[in-house]
């Protein structure tokens, strides 16, 4: 039953990915894009997470967890940069 929740997790992480794809590739502004960019790395770093539960490995917590503080290192210096250096 496990597995079957996992997967059903995996296609609905996986399908919220392609209109954000879309929206990093269209929008109107950097801004956006740069929300979009962010939607897409944590949804892909949720999708490792539900892959390594689904194959019951403990070494996928710890990437995850780097991959998050990269993304948020990531994010900010991305904020600063579409404001110019304004805070």
């Known amino acids: 039953m496990m597995e079957v929740i996992l997967d059903v997790a995996l ?3 996986a399908l ?3 209109p954000a794809t879309y929206r990093v590739l269209t929008g109107p502004s950097d801004a956006d894009r740069g929300v979009a960019a962010d939607l897409v790395f944590f949804g892909f770093i949720g999708v490792v997470a539900l892959l390594g539960l689904r194959m019951n490995t403990e070494i996928v917590l710890d990437i995850v967890l780097v991959a998050t503080v990269v993304g948020f290192l990531a994010t900010l210096s ?10």
């Open 11 to 13: 296609v609905i992480v």
């Open 16 to 18: 919220t990915l392609i």
């Open 78 to 87: 991305l904020a600063r940069l579409v404001t110019r250096g304004y805070r």
